[in-house]
C-alpha cells in the first residue's frame, strides 16, 4: 500500500548549518508530495509541496524536489535557524475517492543557537 | 482569517466519562478529519467526513464517533473514554477539487488526558 517512511529524529544541528530531512515514498500512480511543519504547541501547516515528477517545492528557505526515480522527497536547508525548530513531516496524498492525506511519523529537528 | 477551531485545548477526564472535543472551521471546507499523535506512531486518522452527513472511517476509529450535521462543525465524541485514548487530538479541513485542494489546514490541538 501507500506509505511514506522519514528519518527518525530527533535531529540536532547549530545555527547556520545545512538540513537534510530524508523522506522517501511508496505508491500507486503519481502522488503529490508535501511537508508539512508543526511547530511547539501548535498544529500542523503546508509548508511546501510537488505535485509532479521533477517538481522543486520551495518555502521559507527549504527545498524538496520530487524524485520519482528515487521514490523520494528530501526536504532540505542551506542554513538552519533556531526558529526552525519544529517537527516536519512527510506526506503524500492517495489518489482515490477520498484523496487521503498519508503522513510520516515526523523528523523532530532542534537547532541550537 | 480562515481558522480551524478545536476546543478545549486541555482536557482532563476520567475513565468512561462521555466527553466532546468540538472542531469548526469558517472556509467552507467539505472535508473536515480527525488525528490523533503520539510519540513515535506520528499522525494516525480516525474519521474523517467528505461532506455533510457523510462521515466515514479513518485507520483507528475505534472507540469515537463523528457526526457531521453542518459543513462547518465536526464533533469528536467519546462515548466511554478509556486511558488508551490519551492523546493530542486535531481537527482538519480542506476543499475538496481545485486548485490548492490538496492543502490540509489544522487546528491548533487538544491534548486529553484519560485518568
New interface residues.
Given amino acids: 500500500g501507500n506509505s511514506v517512511t522519514q528519518m527518525e529524529g530527533p535531529v540536532t544541528l547549530s545555527e547556520e548549518a545545512f538540513l537534510t530531512i530524508n523522506c522517501t515514498y511508496t505508491a500507486t500512480g503519481y502522488p503529490?508530495l508535501?511537508w508539512?511543519v508543526q511547530y511547539p504547541?501548535?498544529?500542523?501547516?503546508?509548508l511546501l509541496?510537488a505535485?509532479k515528477a521533477d517538481d522543486k517545492g520551495s518555502n521559507k528557505g527549504f527545498e524538496a524536489t520530487y524524485r520519482k526515480e528515487t521514490t523520494s522527497f528530501h526536504l532540505e536547508k542551506g542554513s538552519v535557524q533556531v526558529s526552525d525548530s519544529a517537527v516536519y513531516?512527510c506526506a503524500l496524498?492517495r489518489r482515490g475517492r477520498?484523496?487521503?492525506?498519508i503522513?510520516?511519523?515526523?523528523t523532530r529537528l532542534h537547532i541550537l543557537p | 482569517e480562515a481558522q480551524?477551531t478545536q476546543n478545549p485545548r486541555y482536557l482532563i477526564t476520567v475513565t468512561g466519562k462521555k466527553l466532546t472535543v468540538t472542531c469548526s472551521q469558517n472556509m467552507n471546507h467539505e472535508?473536515m478529519s480527525w488525528y490523533r499523535q503520539d510519540p513515535?506512531?506520528?499522525?494516525r486518522?480516525i474519521y474523517?467526513s467528505?461532506n455533510v452527513e457523510v462521515t466515514?472511517k479513518g485507520d483507528v476509529p475505534e472507540g469515537y464517533k463523528v457526526s457531521r450535521k453542518e459543513k462547518r462543525n465536526f464533533p469528536l465524541i467519546l462515548e466511554s473514554p478509556s486511558p488508551n485514548q490519551t492523546s493530542l487530538y486535531?481537527c482538519?479541513s480542506r476543499s475538496?477539487g481545485g486548485t490548492g485542494?490538496?492543502?490540509?489546514f489544522?487546528?491548533?490541538?487538544t491534548q486529553l488526558s484519560v485518568l
Fill in positions: 503529490s508535501f508539512y504547541g501548535e498544529g500542523l501547516q503546508l509541496k505535485t513531516f496524498t477520498d484523496d487521503k492525506i503522513f510520516g511519523k515526523g | 480551524v472535508y513515535g506512531l506520528g499522525l486518522q474523517y467528505m466515514d486535531f482538519a475538496l485542494s490538496e492543502k490540509l489544522f487546528g491548533s490541538g
